[in-house]
């Protein structure tokens, strides 16, 4: 069975950081660009950031830019994250992609996790 599976998520106080993990199993993460997805209540599913599967293409969300970073080794995807504002408050997903290329755009990705949620408050 394809699954993809996150943890980390939690609640933190603004200026506090958190690293959020997603782990496959059913397939091997290898072959995939991956991403990192969230969304607020209310709002659309924003694309925060994906990497390609060799990481040679790596994109952040503007929002995220410097505070943010993704990163990957052969079964697991990371996502760091610092510096954290409250309007980051939201569950974040990752997702899985056999395009060559990753995109932050949600169409197109073949798997997604059920995500974990993350609350910046204080």
Same mark, same amino acid.
């Given at each position: 069975?394809?699954?993809?599976?996150?943890?980390?998520?939690?609640?933190?106080?603004?200026?506090?950081? $958190?690293?959020?993990?997603? *782990?496959?199993?059913? #397939? +091997?993460?290898?072959?995939?660009?991956?991403?990192?997805?969230? =969304?607020?209540?209310?709002?659309?599913?924003?694309?925060?950031?994906?990497?390609?599967?060799?990481?040679?293409?790596? $994109?952040?969300?503007?929002? *995220?830019?410097?505070? #943010? +970073?993704?990163?990957?080794?052969?079964?697991?995807?990371?996502? =760091?994250?610092?510096?954290?504002?409250?309007?980051?408050?939201?569950?974040?997903?990752?997702?899985?992609?056999?395009?060559?290329?990753?995109?932050?755009?949600?169409?197109?990705?073949?798997?997604?996790?059920?995500?974990?949620?993350?609350?910046?408050?204080?």
């Amino acid at each position: 069975q394809v699954q993809l599976v996150e943890s980390g998520g939690g609640l933190v106080q603004p200026g506090g950081s $958190l690293r959020l993990s997603c *782990v496959a199993s059913g #397939f +091997t993460l290898d072959y995939y660009s991956m991403g990192w997805f969230r =969304q607020a209540p209310g709002k659309e599913r924003e694309g925060v950031s994906c990497i390609s599967s060799r990481a040679s293409n790596i $994109l952040y969300a503007e929002s *995220v830019k410097d505070r #943010f +970073t993704i990163s990957r080794d052969n079964a697991t995807l990371y996502l =760091q994250m610092s510096s954290l504002k409250p309007e980051d408050t939201a569950v974040y997903y990752c997702a899985a992609d056999r395009r060559m290329w990753c995109s932050r755009s949600p169409t197109g990705y073949d798997y997604w996790g059920q995500g974990t949620q993350v609350t910046v408050s204080s």
